[in-house]
């Protein structure tokens, strides 16, 4: 599958971004699609992932509450829409999709077979 990550740009501190994941060549709802960010200088760190079939999601600590993460099967897309957003929250933001991968193991970005490229976030304070 091809991923294409979409929706970044600048935005205000407490403001909210929604962004987009959208694949071709195969349903994007027979994989679990995780999303992962990496900020200027840091390593790339998970931020959150849907499940495929069941549709569990899971959380990073540090987005916990503020973000949600959701299925359009019809425009093959999984969307990540994120509120409150603060300038800790800049980064490259990435998603990525494996047909496998269920689970809290989701979190785990090494067991993503595909990615997509990054899209950028930038919260200004």
């Known amino acids: 599958v091809q991923l294409q990550a979409s929706g970044g740009g600048l935005v205000q501190s407490g403001g909210s971004l929604r962004l987009s994941c959208a694949a071709s060549?195969?349903?994007?709802?027979?994989?679990?699609v995780g999303w992962f960010r990496q900020a200027p200088g840091k390593e790339r760190e998970w931020v959150s992932c849907?499940?495929?079939?069941?549709?569990?999601?899971y959380f990073a600590e540090s987005v916990k509450g503020r973000i949600t993460i959701s299925r359009d099967n019809a425009r093959n897309t999984v969307a990540l829409q994120m509120y409150s957003l603060s300038p800790e929250d800049t980064g490259v933001y990435y998603c990525?999709?494996?047909?496998?991968?269920?689970?809290?193991?989701?979190?785990?970005?090494?067991?993503?077979?595909?990615w997509g490229q990054g899209t950028l976030v930038t919260v200004s304070s």
């Open positions: 060549g195969s349903p994007l709802e027979d994989y679990t």
């Open positions: 849907i499940v495929s079939y069941l549709g569990s999601t």
């Open positions: 990525a999709a494996d047909k496998y991968l269920n689970g809290p193991l989701c979190g785990r970005g090494y067991l993503y077979d595909s």
